[in-house]
């Protein structure tokens, strides 16, 4: 009797093919990992960026509502809307900051008494700085 046998076809891979694919995942992953840990420092540095363009902006709003005819001026913290506050400096920005934007905890205005003068150009000098992050930004006096 003649039986004809087929040969079977190869199924699966052999084992070098998967250590090939094994060593090039983890070469991967060895280079990718570090830049994933480096995103949440990317991140803190976004958000420091957005603040500080809040504040700039907070600062041009004020410095307009300066020059309404009879504008009310803040004394305090928790005066009425719409009031101006007297910005000559960045320390003096730093203490009416959540009233000009809408500021996350932990962000500060630094650049004590760099001078903010209320002649309508934005002036340079003041940054916002939480831990290790610091974005200068540019800011109108009133």
Known sequence: M???I????????????????????GVLAAVA???????SNDAEKGVGA???????????????????PNPTICT?????AGCVAPIVDCDALNTYRTQLADI???????????ALPATGSATAGCSITKG??????NAYGS
């Open 33 to 39: 990992i570090p830049k994933f840990l480096d995103l």
């Open 76 to 80: 305090a913290l928790n005066t009425p």
């Open 104 to 114: 996350p905890a932990g962000y500060t205005v630094t650049g004590g008494a760099a």
């Open 50 to 68: 957005g603040v500080a363009a809040a504040l700039a902006s907070g600062t041009s709003v004020n410095y307009g509502r300066s020059k309404v």
């Open 2 to 4: 003649n039986t004809k």
């Open 132 to 137: 290790s992050i610091n974005v200068p930004f």
């Open 6 to 25: 087929a040969k079977l076809g190869q199924k699966g891979f052999t084992l070098i093919e998967l250590i090939i694919t094994i060593v090039i995942i």
